[in-house]
């Protein structure tokens, strides 16, 4: 994973990336 740490820096986004990889919530 070459990104950026900056996209990770919300932690809602976080949490949104963690329920779509672990629910596989459609976007």
Do not use: S, T, Y
Request: charged content about 35%; overall charge positive.
């Amino acid at each position: 994973m070459n990104k950026p740490r900056r996209h990770f820096a919300d932690p809602q986004k976080v949490a949104i990336l963690k329920r779509h990889l672990i629910d596989k919530v459609p976007v």
